[in-house]
Nanobody, 116 residues
């Protein structure tokens, strides 16, 4: 079973930047979508950004112009560059990979706290 490991979270002041990484523990084949989700305390998990392989990228309205999702094609690593961070960006960030057949892989999350 492939594990996804997120890293790069931490405490940052408003206006600061962080870069999240998601690294699979093994080879993942037939990827269809790779994405980042976040969950704030007491709230539902929400999609932040995603890449449909070979097609479009998606960003939640709240992060457009501030966050950039990217992928390392060779190793299927996923990144999220987060700039101009706001307090409302705080939460646990999760990486998800969806493959053909409907199977999804999730990481365990990395915590982002935006606070002065």
């Amino acid at each position: 079973q492939v594990q996804l490991v997120e890293s790069g979270g931490g405490l940052v002041q408003p206006g600061g930047s962080l870069r999240l990484s998601c690294v699979p523990s093994g080879t993942v084949r037939n990827i269809r979508v790779m994405g980042w989700y976040r969950q704030a305390p007491g709230k539902q998990r929400e999609l932040v950004a995603s890449i449909v392989i070979g097609r479009e990228t998606f960003y939640a309205d709240s992060v457009k112009g501030r966050f950039t999702i990217s992928r390392d094609n060779a190793e299927n690593r996923l990144y999220l560059q987060m700039n101009s961070l706001k307090s409302e960006d705080s939460g646990d960030y999760y990486c998800k990979i969806s493959i053909d057949g409907g199977m999804n892989y999730w990481g365990r999350g990395t915590q982002v706290t935006v606070s002065s």
